[in-house]
């Protein structure tokens, strides 16, 4: 069980995180496209990630990624089960998460994960 003092802290680093990864990502909106960009910043972004009008932008997949990490662990904290490992629930340590606070694996289901990830690239 986590200490409440690590649970502020790790609140804190989500939500700051969070708030970065969003930031960027409407700064990256933009640049390309300041209308929607500007559409975006009207919805609440937990919303900006299934916004049809980015798909016809490739190059914005990867921070899309990111942004739907965020989404699901933000999510996860509201609902109570931040820090379980979404295919196990094993409890993830402080120290992981403080290393990456949208985490969803324990060690092992990340790896396997990992593995199945690239063995579907490589069919
Ligand atoms: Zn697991």
């Known amino acids: 069980m986590m200490s409440s003092k690590t649970q502020n802290e ?11 990864c969003r930031q960027r990502f409407l700064h990256s909106v933009n640049t390309l496209d300041a209308t929607l960009a500007a559409r975006l910043a009207t919805l609440p972004p937990d919303e ?3 916004d049809a009008a980015l798909s016809a932008w490739p190059q914005l997949q990867p921070q899309l990624k990111n942004l739907r990490r965020v989404d699901a662990a933000l999510c996860q904290w509201q609902l109570g089960l931040y820090g379980l490992c979404s295919d196990c629930e094993a409890e993830l340590t402080p120290a992981q998460l403080m290393d990456d606070p949208c985490r969803q694996r324990c060690g092992s289901c990340e790896q396997k994960y990992q593995k ?6 490589t069919l």
């Open 10 to 20: 790790l609140e804190h680093r989500l939500l700051a995180v969070a708030e970065d």
């Open 116 to 121: 199945a990830q690239h063995t579907s690239w």
């Open 48 to 50: 900006w990630a299934d």
